[in-house]
């Protein structure tokens, strides 16, 4: 079994108030693909121009990354994001976004890719989306992230899109500004009436929450004193969830499956923040984040003791 | 055993975008009265106007709440609060203060509040709430809110007031404001070196989080799909929290203990925002609270289970 990714292969500028990188490798593919490569072999799907390395690709190479879908396009230009953060860290700004080789990018998957068990289509157009949801007919596990960019510019298309896969993994807020409800109840049965039955909201520093038919699960972030770099948290949220799925082909999506999900999703995020860019998943182990996911499952819990109430 | 609470005790306007209250019984001791009346005898310390009568006692008392240390002040005006939420519940707008006879409030406490096992000062003066304190020397176990209006104006009394207490409830933002840090697990180690051993960070729509020498807990809000009101959602939390602790008079406060206050809290909470002010608080029972404490404990946990992980 195997994972597949559609996204964004980027270089990134970003500030920090602990300090700025001019050029490091990001985009919501790779920061996906590094956290799901945990769990399972993941095939990622993206365009990169001409200033698109040998030293990018080994990042993802010595994660087990299958490259080969990486599309390289003659005489273009990477992706380019660069952003700033202040002390808010759930408060970023966009400084500038040069879309180079995915102006025109039209995904093309291999055998490899589309054959793939669990698919997770990343924060781009939402018709792109779909064009690659219809080349993984044979997926058991589809889920989508967007951005307020397409709620706003490309409404109908993201929610057809958004019919077409089991689970979404969006943002608190835009997630209550595409289906303009309140609230995190009313914005999640929304969204399953046009077909998803796992919405996932993804709250930055304050965590993430669940609703299925099953019910709703909510899950604190880890507690990190040391946060450098929020990019790419909810993009390694959503690797640490796809890829605990495909890591369990034959068992049935059921709440235990999926909140073991949230919980190594949760732990891969608290990992990426910990440095800039990617920097922290490339000497990241597997015994960190046994033991991480054994901490988070310790500071959530309590145990229920009935107490005499006075009515 | 019993539980003394200093604070306001009010008439609030409060408009949000599911209706309007001109002036409805509210302030921080009523509602931290209000919930913590469900697990033992609470005394209300507070002064009121004229404009304070049977039908506002009559609120405390129908809970058992003990009001002998109401102070009315003859010819005054009972503090008067207005604001106003949009949408995000989150961010409140104030329209309106009148203090009334909160200006010039000297607590003076009855040898029945004074002698409570269990103190909440509520968010007040913090030169009023360190003459409580001195008042209940024999105090189990005393706690503290504040506000950014007192960390801008009186930050030194109130780093004063909070050296004296075993703990404190603060917005997380403000905790943050206080101590000039940017994430949590650092700001409660700064007033941890201050004194209190229990720090509680309310997150609002997102939950609370408690850091003690024995570690994190991290607790999601209840899910709700109506929420009408979120005036004294804090104090209601600091009520369950507190009236927690005073129900178990000869036990430790180790972790477990507290991590169970908190699901107690934030389940009060809960209820408290389902209606407009204090509304829903009349109507509630002890088995509506266990039933929820159940539910909550149910959608947080999840169960760990090792998964083969690729180095």
């Known amino acids: 079994m195997s994972v597949t990714v559609v996204g964004s292969i980027a270089f990134d500028a970003v500030k920090t108030p602990f300090g700025t990188r001019e050029k490091m490798l990001g985009g919501s593919a790779v920061h996906f693909s590094l956290a799901a490569s945990f769990f399972d072999i993941v095939h990622v799907v993206g365009p990169v121009g001409d200033d698109f390395g040998e030293d990018e690709y080994d990042v993802l190479r010595a994660r087990g990354v299958d490259t080969a879908d990486i599309e390289h396009v003659a005489g273009g230009q ?3 994001w660069a ?50 949801r ?25 929610i057809e899109t958004i019919s077409g896969v089991d ?23 929304q969204v399953r009436e046009w077909g998803p039955s796992v919405i996932v909201a993804k709250q930055g520093e304050y965590g993430a929450a ?44 059921d709440h235990d499956l999926l909140r073991r999900a949230m919980a190594y999703g949760t732990t891969l995020a608290s990992f990426n923040v910990e440095a800039f860019g990617v920097e922290r998943m490339t000497t990241l182990t597997s015994d960190e984040i046994a033991e991480r996911v054994s901490d988070l499952q310790r500071i959530t819990h309590f145990i229920e003791k009935p107490v005499a109430l006075r009515d």
């Open 78 to 80: 990477t992706f380019f």
């Open 83 to 132: 952003g700033e953060y202040g002390w808010d860290f759930n408060d970023r700004k966009t400084l500038d976004t040069q879309l180079g080789v995915f102006e025109g990018f039209e995904p093309k998957l291999s055998e490899h890719s589309s054959g793939a068990d669990v698919v997770f289509l990343a924060n781009i157009q939402p018709d792109l989306q779909r064009q690659v």
């Open 134 to 158: 219809a080349q993984c007919s044979d997926a058991r596990f589809v889920a989508l992230d967007s951005m307020n960019f397409w709620i706003e510019s490309a409404k109908d298309s993201l």
């Open 167 to 189: 689970c979404i993994l969006f943002n608190d807020a835009e997630l209550k500004q595409l289906t303009e409800q309140p609230n995190l109840v009313l914005a999640a049965r």
């Open 210 to 253: 669940m609703i299925t038919d099953e019910g709703f699960f909510g899950l604190p972030a880890f507690p990190l004193e040391t946060v450098i770099d929020p990019t790419g948290a909810g993009d390694s949220f959503a690797g640490g969830f796809m890829g605990y799925i495909a890591a369990h082909p034959g068992e049935a999506l």
